[in-house]
């Protein structure tokens, strides 16, 4: 009997949305398949106590070793796909019908005089048009229920039609307007007949007509004020809407198509694959792969291709495959498709309609299990001991890096130069400890210095706390601390002071205050050499530094000539490369809000006590920058709240003001005059 705590999911890991999932056994069999509203709380609710489980809940959760799911759009997504799961794999557990003919249809009588819309179990009859099926006869006659508003077919039984007629008088839902009442003659049987095929063409996914049809005529009763039928017209669209949520997951019934999607970064992929036979969703696989060479996502979608069709043959290899890329070479890959099915197969990406709508979701699928991958690999205790172990053998460190600090420059063409520092400790993000840097030393471009200027600041600042919470001691002026002069380039800090802005009120340290045992520099030789060259000069001996370069993810040591080359499984490698994108990203954002806000300035900045209101004022007075740096002072006085003191600083700041670049017409080239419509 198994624990279920042993394969429980972590609740960040399980998405909130709605989906279905798959308990199974030691042996990999489904044991048991739900659908959910949200997964997250669903799950949650088998791993309670097993005292407090249902005793046959409690059973199945004991015997089952693992538990997956599928993330889907709506809920009546999750229905389809549960009845295709309990078809496919038979679940022990689960509360089934063991053949098709258990399951419920929504049926409409065409052999009839007067066809009936109505639900259906048992065999196939001639001259019925069936869609379905469905896991529960509620689904349908909730569907029912929404399409009688615009399509009122009957749905009466032959007893209760045979009574109204010979009472001449109809059953309720002829009165309310979800029937159109032939048993009384208010229709024909032609008029009757032809609302029925209406019904079963929107049921087979012919829904644009009718929509637009409606449209038109709810605008039209609008213009001729008639309200009430648009208002009509208007809930008759919603409720077609509503009904249209049905088809998300299945397609046309002679649908025969693998839809494969990809969820990517630079070093894993992961693939999703549903199989569609009959139009409904039959299967699903996927796995995530390691990216060992550079390889787009067309040469991801081959690969796949291969790994899934290279063994097989006949009817495995569906009529049409629906991918997000299509291979470099389609042509041949299509031909090497159509001989391993022994007819024509079509691979194509879909561009509209159901298809791409179910792309999307197995786009979705994609995604999360690449997310479920990486939060499991970097959560995992083990995984994450053996990766700082294998970092510590490979830069030959005295012990496991507990604490790794990554930094990383980023600038859009020598301008706006910032530096991110991120913090990883036991091997996870620590947030609260990323800091981001503006360089101050130059300007221009230039790494290796920026590099340098960051390094040099962070653990200046870690000295000072060093000084301010005594761990030197407080010092005499001119005394050296223990053991010798303090290192070369620091400066002693009398009296443990820090800066205010690094100290909280309860006189811990606010930031800065611990050294890492590792410094992970964005870069090469060149940046690894600078950081080493920032620590020498302060002094700073303990803390080891590489660089990863990601051209080939090489791990460079200072003064190597050689980089260290990990191996791509290395579980050491994964975590330097997870450390590096995350300062890489993290820089990235820094430097996109900084130019932002920079291109978002005005000379009005400057005016002390200047708000926006009377920012705005100035422009909407002036109708632009450029009209208003050509104001006079007395001109600005007259703005309702500017007096002359406010107006001569005004005066004084666009003058001061460097002239801004003109603005070019990108499509023609030409420079456009500033004359109007500029914003502060």
């Not at 930094?407 to 947030?431: C, N, T, W, Y």
């Not at 100035?618 to 109708?623: A, M, Q, V």
């Not at 600083?649 to 001061?656: I, R």
């Not at 023609?668 to 500029?678: A, F, R």
Request: glycine residues 8%.
């Amino acid at each position: 009997m198994a624990d279920p705590s042993s394969y429980r999911p972590k609740p960040g890991q399980i998405p909130d949305s709605p989906g279905v999932y798959k308990f199974r056994d030691e042996h990999r069999r489904v044991i048991y398949v739900g659908k959910a509203k949200s997964l997250r709380q669903r799950l949650a609710n088998y791993f309670q106590p097993l005292a407090s489980l249902h005793p046959r809940t409690a059973t199945m959760v004991t015997t089952a070793a693992s538990v997956e799911w599928t993330v889907v759009s709506t809920e009546v997504e999750a229905l389809q796909l549960e009845y295709s799961w309990i078809k496919e794999f038979d679940p022990r557990f689960n509360v089934k019908y063991r053949d098709d003919k258990s399951y419920p249809y929504l049926a409409v009588t065409m052999n009839e005089e007067f066809p009936r819309v109505q639900v259906m179990r048992g065999h196939k009859k001639k001259g019925v048009r069936y869609f379905g099926p469905y896991a529960h006869a509620w689904a349908i006659r909730e569907t029912v229920d929404l399409m009688l508003r615009v399509f009122p077919v009957r749905t009466c039984s032959a007893g209760v039609f045979r009574n109204a007629a010979s009472a001449g008088r109809p059953c309720l839902l002829g009165y309310i307007g979800k029937c159109s009442a032939p048993c009384v003659a208010r229709v024909t049987p032609e008029e009757h007949r032809e609302l029925a095929d209406d019904f079963c063409d929107f049921m087979a996914g012919r829904t644009g007509t009718y929509i637009r049809r409606l449209e038109k005529q709810m605008m039209i009763a609008a213009e001729d004020m008639e309200y009430e039928k648009a208002a009509r017209l208007r809930d008759d669209i919603e409720a077609l809407r509503r009904a249209m949520e049905k088809n998300a997951v299945v397609l046309a019934d002679a649908t025969d198509a693998d839809l494969i999607a990809l969820a990517e970064d630079e070093l894993e992929a992961a693939v999703q694959i549903f199989h569609v036979r009959g139009g409904r969703v039959r299967g699903q696989r996927g796995w995530v792969t390691d990216k060992v060479e550079a390889v787009d996502t067309a040469g991801l979608v081959e690969h796949a291709l291969q790994q899934l069709y290279g063994e097989e043959s006949g009817d495995a290899v569906p009529k049409e495959v629906l991918v997000p890329a299509l291979p470099e070479d389609t042509e041949s890959v299509a031909a090497w498709l159509s001989g391993r099915r022994g007819s024509l197969v079509s691979l194509r990406v879909p561009q509209r309609g159901d298809k791409k709508d179910l792309m999307e979701t197995v786009a979705r699928n994609a995604q999360q299990a690449l997310v479920l991958h990486k939060t499991k690999r970097a959560s995992d205790l083990t995984t994450r001991s053996r990766a700082l172990e294998e970092i510590a053998e490979a830069l030959d460190l005295d012990s496991a890096p507990l604490r790794i600090e990554c930094f990383d420059i980023s600038h859009l063409q020598g301008e706006d130069v910032v530096a991110s520092m991120v913090v990883f400790e036991d091997g996870l993000p620590r947030k609260s400890e990323y800091r981001r840097f503006q360089i101050k030393g130059f300007e221009g471009q230039d790494d290796v210095r920026s590099m340098h200027e960051v390094i040099s600041r962070r653990f200046k600042r870690y000295l000072a706390e060093k000084d301010r919470t005594g761990e030197w001691g407080a010092l005499a002026e001119g005394e050296a601390p223990p053991g010798g002069e303090p290192p070369a380039g620091r400066e002693v800090l009398l009296g443990g002071e820090v800066p205010a802005e690094d100290a909280q009120d309860d006189g811990r340290p606010k930031r800065f205050a611990y050294p890492p045992q590792l410094v992970v520099v964005d870069g090469g030789q060149p940046q690894v050499a600078a950081a080493r060259r920032a620590l020498d000069e302060l002094g700073i001996d303990d803390v080891a530094v590489c660089g990863l370069a990601k051209r080939l993810e090489e791990v460079w040591l200072p003064g190597d000539d050689d980089p260290v080359v990990l191996p791509r499984s290395s579980e050491g490698l994964y975590l330097l490369q997870r450390v590096r994108d995350t300062a890489h990203d993290f820089a990235i954002r820094y430097q996109r809000s900084k130019r932002t806000k920079r291109l978002r300035t005005s000379p009005l900045d400057a005016v002390p006590g200047l708000g926006e209101s009377r920012k705005q004022a100035l422009i909407k007075h002036f109708g632009s920058v450029k009209r208003l740096k050509q104001a006079t002072i007395e001109q600005i006085c007259e703005v309702p709240g500017f007096g002359r003191k406010t107006a001569e600083a005004v005066a004084v700041a666009l003058a001061q003001a460097a002239p801004a670049a003109p603005a070019v017409n990108t499509a023609t080239g030409e420079i456009m005059e500033d004359d109007g419509g500029t914003t502060a």
